[in-house]
């Protein structure tokens, strides 16, 4: 006895002595950091600290937000909006990225150091006559700073953090994009994007958005093809850690009225995804570890059969709604409606040597529906390799050529 007490003292102790700081990590509004280069050891203390970054290529704008989902400081936000309308003659391109578990705002991180070298880059280069801006939002992905096993324990806590964040003044930041893109006389370009954890924030700060857009598209004349209108260019979730459950009211809705039947309403030839998930295969966290944790969390949790169930053919375990309750949207085949893979180019010129590429996976809910406008796509190993592994260049490629396709999507997943 004496002994287990010792050892709970001891990861008591180790706990509190290694909790991740709770200030953030960009509290200057005054200096703008120049980046020439975006190596870690070459940037000086106050660009470290600084909440706007330059570069040739794009700007940089930092929000961090408390675990409870208020803005750390209210500046940021001032002064990113500040950089989004300075005077500028070429339409604007802004890419938004909410980091999940285990990340912060901190100079160093590697979603930060990865979002300077390989996410805004492919946005740049896709619109070289645009100006890019990126916004990184940070929040306490980390409630401790030692790395291994000790951060598994956080799931829960940073989970719940993670819906504070959500229901927080992230929602304040994503109205005012949206009100800067609509607003404008230049052409003025949205991207939201989420990882892990991250993804549950994005979702869940923009699902009523979506749902409103689909049921708009339900309530139109039903003599003529539907057309859900995007609330942003692009809305995209990586690896998202959240339950399927939240998703099925979207999936109700935009999967409502779909025919085969050319005469009967179906969505537009034009029609765009309002909304698109990548998840690897591969993704361990999301695949095996996550039900673990739902299923521990969600043990007092009523889910009864449904009328989405298959009573004859199922068991108990097989409900629907458990399944949901307890797996993410990408690793359930119900959602699933794209597969992503890699191809090697057969064009010589082509400077890619392998190029990622989608195919429609049947999908016996949604029949051979093409045009279906929320994208729950499932990725290969060797396009995403894992949890974290996001940031292949040629993934960010095929990401940011999505927006392009203003009238037709069949050139990117063909």
């Known amino acids: 006895m004496r002994l287990v007490n010792r050892l709970a003292v001891i990861l008591v102790s180790v706990m509190i002595t290694s909790c991740a700081t709770v200030d953030p ?47 750390h400081e209210r500046g940021q936000l001032t002064r990113t909006l500040k950089l989004l309308r300075e005077s500028e003659p070429r339409d604007l391109q802004i890419v938004v990225f909410v980091h999940g578990w285990k990340h912060s705002a901190r100079f160093d991180d590697l979603d930060v150091t990865n979002f300077r070298a390989e996410v805004l880059p492919a946005f740049a280069r896709r619109h070289p006559g645009s100006r890019t801006v990126g916004i990184y939002v940070g929040w306490r992905g980390a409630s401790l700073s030692v790395p291994g096993l000790l951060q598994g324990i956080t799931f829960y806590d940073r989970k719940s953090t993670a819906e504070h964040v959500a229901r927080g003044s992230v929602r304040e930041l994503i109205s005012h994009l949206r009100a800067i893109r609509n607003n ?26 979506l749902l409103d857009s689909l049921v708009a598209a339900n309530n139109g004349d039903s003599s003529s093809a539907r057309f859900a209108k995007p609330i942003v260019d692009l809305v995209v979730l990586l690896n998202p850690a959240f339950e399927a459950s939240r998703f099925e009211p979207l999936f109700q ?85 794209h597969r992503l893979t890699t191809r090697i180019s ?69």
């Open 25 to 71: 990590y960009r509290p200057d509004i005054t200096t703008d950091c120049q980046l020439t280069v975006v190596a870690v050891e070459e940037a000086s203390p106050e660009c470290r600290r600084a909440a706007i970054e330059r570069t040739k290529e794009f700007d940089i704008g930092y929000v961090e937000f408390s675990d409870q989902g208020w803005l």
């Open 184 to 209: 404008q006389a230049r052409t003025v370009s949205l991207t939201l994007i989420g990882h892990s954890f991250g993804g549950l924030i994005l979702y869940n700060a923009v699902a009523e958005s």
């Open 253 to 337: 809705v935009a999967k409502e009225g779909l025919s085969k039947d050319a005469s009967s309403w179906r969505y537009a030839e034009s029609q765009r995804p309002i909304f698109v998930s990548i998840t690897s295969e591969a993704d361990g966290a999301t695949r095996a570890a996550f039900p673990i944790g739902r299923t521990i969390n969600s043990i007092f949790d009523h889910e009864g059969w449904t009328d989405q169930d298959d009573r004859v053919n199922s068991t108990y375990a097989e409900r629907v709604e458990k399944v949901a309750n307890t797996n993410t949207i990408g690793h359930m085949a119900r959602y699933r409606t």
């Open 346 to 414: 057969s064009d010589r010129n082509d400077p890619h040597t392998e190029l990622i590429t989608c195919s429609v996976m049947l999908n016996k809910l949604l029949g051979e529906e093409t045009l279906f406008p929320l994208w729950n796509m499932y990725a290969s190993a060797d396009v995403i390799s894992g949890h974290h592994d996001i940031y292949g260049k040629n993934l960010w490629e095929f990401i940011s050529a999505i927006p392009n396709h203003q009238t037709s999507l069949d050139p990117i997943c063909k």
